[in-house]
């Protein structure tokens, strides 16, 4: 028989504690940490090419550099395969930025529906779909775009493709908006109060039946039940481009995991590597080098706790 004069139990409800109550904040329960992403960066040991994640990035055409940062950005995140279907009029130009991407031509100098063949068998070949960024607001574009989310698993929707929604989704999608962004798509003014921005994202994620990772100073995840927030980040990464690595950070948890977790994961760890990047960099810090330092973000995990927490 043991008679301990403490005893110390931790975070989740133990059997007998219902009417003991030990001092969890609800900070702990709602700011993303390094433990949502642990059971998330696991791999088998005998897993091949394409196990870990195959994602398909759909953008470029207004501009080149977008899907390719997504795309390292998803390999960087652990995923085996990312392909990037984008215009012919700026495919080689995307190929030329790294031997690591996959390129696929598409049939013009933007998105179209007649690009539909190709993009649905990629499509079929690949795990989660990310796409939006560098396409551009073409009206074949926009209806490109509206008939290829309904034909994808998963997907992760940024950028100019948020200009295309036809809205409630299936339950597959995360969209990543930020403010902006995010007024156009729900055409509600945001709240600068926190609660009421919080309680907008929560419903309109609901309405939807989507995931929403809001971006900011402080970004908002939720699939209209749960709600997480995440801190990591600074105002370096205000820069262009660090949406489009979030994204395919994303889209790389997505491949193996569920969508709400997988947002929560992306938004801690892109704002980890960015952290980590402007400790060197400060505010001349690039997308790129938010990009290459997620492998560190990720193995590491480790920051100053007050800034997972904070409500400041």
């Given at each position: 028989?043991?008679?301990?004069?403490?005893?110390?139990?931790?975070?989740?409800?133990?059997?007998?504690?219902?009417?003991?109550?030990?001092?969890?904040?609800?900070?702990?329960?709602?700011?993303?940490g390094?433990?949502?992403?642990?059971?998330?960066?696991?791999?088998?040991s005998?897993?091949?090419?394409?196990?870990?994640?195959?994602?398909?990035?759909?953008?470029?055409?207004?501009y080149?550099?977008?899907?390719?940062?997504?795309?390292?950005?998803?390999?960087?995140?652990?995923?085996?395969i990312?392909?990037i279907?984008?215009p012919?009029?700026?495919?080689?130009?995307?190929?030329?930025?790294?031997?690591d991407?996959?390129?696929?031509?598409?049939?013009?100098?933007?998105?179209?529906?007649?690009?539909?063949?190709?993009?649905?068998?990629?499509v079929?070949?690949?795990?989660?779909?990310?796409?939006?960024?560098?396409?551009?607001r073409?009206?074949?574009?926009?209806?490109?775009?509206?008939a290829?989310?309904?034909?994808?698993?998963?997907?992760?929707?940024?950028?100019?493709?948020?200009?295309?929604?036809?809205?409630?989704?299936?339950?597959?999608?995360?969209?990543t908006?930020?403010a902006?962004?995010?007024?156009?798509v729900t055409g509600?003014?945001?709240?600068k109060?926190?609660?009421?921005?919080?309680?907008?994202?929560?419903k309109?994620?609901?309405e939807?039946?989507i995931v929403?990772?809001?971006?900011?100073k402080?970004?908002?995840?939720?699939d209209?039940?749960?709600?997480?927030?995440?801190?990591?980040?600074?105002?370096?990464?205000?820069?262009?481009?660090?949406?489009?690595?979030?994204?395919?950070?994303?889209?790389?948890?997505?491949?193996?995991?569920d969508?709400?977790?997988?947002?929560?994961?992306?938004a801690?760890?892109?704002?980890?590597?960015?952290?980590?990047?402007?400790?060197?960099?400060?505010?001349g810090?690039?997308?790129?080098?938010?990009?290459?330092?997620?492998?560190?973000?990720?193995?590491?995990?480790?920051?100053?706790?007050?800034?997972?927490?904070?409500?400041?």
């Amino acid at each position: 028989m043991v008679h301990p004069d403490l005893t110390i139990t931790f975070h989740k409800m133990k059997k007998g504690l219902e009417t003991m109550p030990i001092g969890v904040p609800e900070e702990a329960e709602i700011f993303v940490g390094p433990g949502d992403v642990h059971s998330l960066v696991s791999r088998d040991s005998d897993s091949h090419k394409g196990d870990n994640g195959r994602i398909l990035i759909i953008g470029g055409g207004a501009y080149v550099g977008a899907p390719a940062l997504t795309a390292l950005a998803a390999l960087r995140t652990g995923a085996d395969i990312a392909t990037i279907a984008a215009p012919a009029s700026v495919s080689d130009i995307i190929a030329s930025f790294s031997p690591d991407l996959i390129v696929s031509s598409l049939t013009s100098d933007v998105l179209t529906p007649d690009d539909l063949p190709i993009i649905t068998e990629l499509v079929q070949e690949h795990d989660v779909v990310v796409i939006g960024m560098g396409l551009g607001r073409d009206e074949l574009t926009r209806r490109a775009i509206k008939a290829i989310v309904p034909i994808c698993k998963k997907v992760v929707i940024d950028a100019d493709a948020l200009s295309a929604l036809d809205l409630p989704l299936d339950g597959s999608a995360i969209i990543t908006p930020h403010a902006g962004e995010f007024k156009r798509v729900t055409g509600r003014d945001i709240p600068k109060d926190g609660e009421k921005r919080t309680a907008l994202v929560k419903k309109f994620a609901k309405e939807n039946n989507i995931v929403v990772l809001l971006k900011g100073k402080m970004d908002i995840i939720s699939d209209g039940t749960s709600i997480k927030m995440n801190k990591t980040g600074n105002v370096g990464m205000t820069v262009g481009g660090t949406g489009d690595v979030l994204a395919g950070t994303v889209g790389a948890f997505y491949a193996k995991n569920d969508a709400f977790e997988s947002a929560a994961a992306g938004a801690f760890i892109t704002g980890l590597a960015g952290d980590i990047a402007f400790e060197e960099y400060g505010f001349g810090l690039l997308a790129t080098d938010v990009m290459d330092r997620i492998p560190k973000a990720i193995k590491g995990r480790k920051m100053n706790f007050s800034k997972c927490v904070s409500t400041e």
